[in-house]
């Protein structure tokens, strides 16, 4: 069955850091582009950062610029969200989506199913 898992979430105090993994299994991610979004309670689900299939283009959302990146390991089939200076707006349900080329991030060929981020003291 293929599906991606999140991993890495859990409760951090604001200044911290978390490292999420997005590890796809039933298919190999060589050739998707992944995206990192995120939803808080009562608001919409929101775009992080994506990465392309090679590494060569990656994206931020303004409000995380210089604190977050995103990374890829084709070879253990996985993205990585490498999350600093975490603060309170930054409390979310984090999920991964793999897209293949052409397909809209609105409709990406598969989503993880979350973990949570909780930034608080």
């Known amino acids: 069955q293929a599906q991606l898992v999140e991993s890495g979430g859990g409760l951090v105090q604001p200044g911290g850091s978390l490292r999420l993994s997005c590890t796809a299994s039933?298919?190999?991610?060589?050739?998707?582009?992944i995206g990192w979004f995120r939803q808080a309670p009562g608001k919409e689900r929101e775009p992080v950062s994506c990465i392309t299939y090679n590494s060569d283009t990656t994206y931020y959302a303004d409000s995380v610029k210089g604190r977050f990146t995103i990374s890829r390991d084709n070879a253990k089939n996985t993205v990585y969200l490498q999350m600093n200076s975490l603060n309170a707006e930054d409390t979310a349900v984090y999920y991964c989506?793999?897209?293949?080329?052409?397909?809209?991030?609105?409709?990406?060929?598969?989503w993880g199913q979350g973990t949570q981020v909780t930034v608080s003291s």
């Open positions: 039933g298919f190999t991610l060589d050739y998707y582009g």
């Open positions: 989506a793999a897209r293949s080329p052409g397909r809209p991030w609105l409709h990406p060929d598969y």
